[in-house]
RNA sequence: GGCCCGUUGGAGAAGUGGCUUAACUCACCGCCCUUUCAAGGCGGCAUUCACGGGUUCGAAUCCCGUACGGGUCACCA
């Protein structure tokens, strides 16, 4: 029988969905789309002291917007559940039990503090810092005794010596690791509660999963998830860890980071389309190889595969996210961009409840080739809502050109006297300002455009001005007239 | 420090022994188009693949070493 691919991402519920996790997510999922498998969402969340309340709500939103949709997991269900760890205590319960009595874990009676020590200890002599395993050979009574104390324990997985753990990681080929390297490490915490290398393993294993795809800092890990893998004598997942994602200086994203925005629903509030976050990530460490850059989710189903992720880091590029937002926004429909508009033009109060739709749909019109997130509408279409419009030094510059003055009077007599104010007599009386005075070009456009819009930069400058109106456009070239 | 991993332009990268005088994209710089501004078009931007050795008729591509960068060494995931 042919096995189905199984692939999974499993974050812990810190609260908002970071974009290195949904890169992770989006490998997986495209991964098993590709190879007609399932995909899966599970919630680590053995750690009961950063789990933030109601964090699970929150990035599942966001994994929806993102159109990451799971095949199993929370709100979806599915024959392998329960989708989150501490829904799966007396599964794990069962698994340490099983070890216990095999003798292939054991119970620890140290203390934080007395571990500290050890480290230090260690540390002095210049050793590497690990567990010495004090607590692998005692013997019945000597834990009896512990117990009678109450002393909190924890259980450490006997990790077998002289052993060297290899996997065929589908990213960085055969990997290899000294089983002698590493300490008895806990499986379960004082709490009992589960580590997340016990119940990852116990998880991929009881629900099938057939390839887990995760970041490089999780290298380390396998080795140890291998070795929980061997004690039950399970089948080993094919593995692949993904490249991480960069800051400019080249270290691994931390969430602290200040220098680039993070979190997924920041970028959604920002204005950027689902479609250009996943396109971008999707470019982050993988390659098709061909000259397509722009992507739909169809088509990088059928693009996708491990072998053309690289090895080595990516730098995220905040230039590059807005440039592809930029073109996901030019190629959207203008409807879709008007509704996204719309808030934020509201609040920044250019426009209440009942606000003209024919109008905003223009304005959105005019600006939205040139936009790198919906967000810059506000800023974009400032100059059509505010009364004063103030000039900066550039601007002052071009006010101060000789040919400003003669231009501007010119330009306002005309715009006066139009009988209609579009885009189209706008234009025509320019023209006519340009006959009349001589002036054309630049020396023609640019005084006109500072004098009613305050920017050097902008859109089309006769369609700006129809949708100003004629009443704005001949007040604001008075007010520079008169002075 | 141990163990792992990586190193092609400012960034993402293609390239897996000859087809490479190293694709493509972002950024940057020019030019064209547009009577302005954008958008768009075109072109420029690594004589060289961290460095040093080697293998080979031939290396960015294979091997060794050095340097640099990163990850990880938790009762966090």
């Known amino acids: 029988m042919k096995v189905t691919v199984r692939t999974r991402f499993a974050p812990s519920p810190t609260g908002h969905l970071h974009i290195g996790s949904a890169r992770t997510a989006l490998f997986n999922y495209l991964f098993a789309k590709k190879l007609g498998g399932q995909y899966l969402l599970r919630i680590e969340d053995t750690d009961q002291n950063r789990n933030v309340e109601n964090a699970e709500l929150g990035f599942i939103k966001w994994f929806e917007w993102l159109g990451l949709t799971w095949d199993e997991g929370p709100g979806v269900g599915g024959e392998y559940g329960p989708y989150s760890c501490m829904e799966r205590l007396d599964i794990y319960q069962k698994h340490v039990d099983r070890l216990l009595a095999e003798g292939k874990a054991y119970p620890c009676y140290c203390t934080e503090e007395e571990l500290e020590q050890e480290r230090e200890a260690l ?141 997924i629903e920041q970028y959604a509030e920002l204005g950027y389309l689902p479609e250009a976050l996943n396109n971008f990530l999707v470019l982050l460490g993988w390659s098709p190889g061909g000259e397509q850059e722009i992507f739909s989710m169809d088509e990088l189903v059928e693009a996708f595969s491990f072998d053309r992720v690289s090895k080595s880091g990516a730098v995220f590029d905040v230039d590059k996210l807005a440039w592809m937002n930029g073109q996901y926004i030019k190629a959207a429909d203008l409807d879709r961009i008007v509704d996204m508009a719309v808030p934020y033009l509201q609040q920044a109060g250019y426009i209440g409840a009942d606000y003209d739709r024919a109008f905003v749909t223009e304005l959105v019109a005019l600006f939205k080739d040139g936009m790198t997130a919906v967000s810059q509408i506000g800023e974009l279409s400032a100059m059509f809502f505010t009364d004063e419009v103030a000039y900066d030094e550039e601007a002052n510059a071009v006010l101060g050109e000789e040919s400003a003055p003669t231009v501007l009077a010119a330009f306002r007599d005309k715009a006066q006297a139009l009988e209609e104010f579009s885009a189209d007599t706008i234009k025509a009386a320019l023209k006519d300002v340009q006959k009349e005075t001589g002036f054309k070009g630049k020396q023609l456009f640019m005084p006109t455009r500072v004098a009613v819009t305050g920017q050097t930069h902008g859109r089309d400058l006769n369609i700006s001005l129809a949708l100003l109106g004629r009443e704005k456009v001949v007040s604001r070239i008075d007010a520079l007239l008169d002075k």
Not at 145 to 160: D, L, N, Q, S
Not at 181 to 199: H, M, Q
Not at 213 to 241: C, K, S
């Open 123 to 263: 540390m002095a002599k210049n050793e590497l810092p690990r567990y010495l395993g004090k607590c692998r050979t005692l013997t019945d009574e000597q834990r009896a005794a512990h117990e009678a104390t109450g002393r909190k324990k924890t259980i450490r997985f006997r990790v077998p010596e002289d052993k060297f753990y290899k996997f065929n990681d589908m990213i960085r080929g055969e990997v290899e690791f000294d089983s002698n390297g590493i300490g008895d490490f806990v499986i379960v915490k004082s709490d009992g509660i589960p580590t997340y290398n016990f119940a990852v393993s116990v998880d991929d294993h009881l629900m099938q999963i057939t390839h887990v795809a995760r970041g490089e800092e999780h290298l380390t890990n396998t080795p140890r998830q291998l070795m929980i893998y061997e004690a039950f004598g399970w089948d080993v997942p094919t593995f692949a860890h993904l490249p991480l994602i960069l800051n400019e200086s080249g270290k691994k994203l931390s969430k602290r980071d200040q220098s680039i925005i993070q979190f």
